[in-house]
Nanobody, 128 residues
Framework: QVQLMDSGGGSEAPGGSLSLSCATPDITKIRFMAWFRQTPGKEREGVAAIYVNWGTTYYADSVKGRFTISKDNARHAAYLQMNSLKPEDTAMYYC??????????????????????WGQGTQVTVSS
């Protein structure tokens, strides 16, 4: 397990943008970093992931073209830029990390159980 500190949530009107950050002490210990989101009564949903070694990215269909995941190895951090926000993007967002380098296969990156470390979560609310 690694320590993750996610931040950057807030409230925004539909069509607006927000940026989330996830800091970790040593990103070189991680193979995949991802963002999940969860609303009350629903399962945690994979939003986006990035393979740390190569920078390959993966997205849920619901956010493709609107959200961008990125990383900065020098800063030991990952980010989620969220544009064209919709009310249905409202959720608690969690950063996650995995040492498993095979999560690219069969959409495993979107399975919460494949991640061993989690941030504390940051709330994103999209409302007019």
């Amino acid at each position: 397990q690694v320590q993750l500190m996610d931040s950057g949530g807030g409230s925004e009107a539909p069509g607006g943008s927000l940026s989330l950050s996830c800091a970790t002490p040593d990103i070189t210990k991680i193979r995949f970093m991802a963002w999940f989101r969860q609303t009350p009564g629903k399962e945690r949903e994979g939003v986006a992931a990035i393979y740390v070694n190569w920078g390959t990215t993966y997205y849920a269909d619901s956010v493709k073209g609107r959200f961008t995941i990125s990383k900065d190895n020098a800063r030991h951090a990952a980010y989620l830029q969220m544009n064209s926000l919709k009310p249905e993007d409202t959720a608690m967002y969690y950063c996650a990390a995995a040492s498993d380098g095979t999560l690219w296969y069969n959409d495993a990156w979107s399975v919460p159980g494949r991640y061993t470390s989690w941030g504390q979560g940051t709330q994103v609310t999209v409302s007019s």
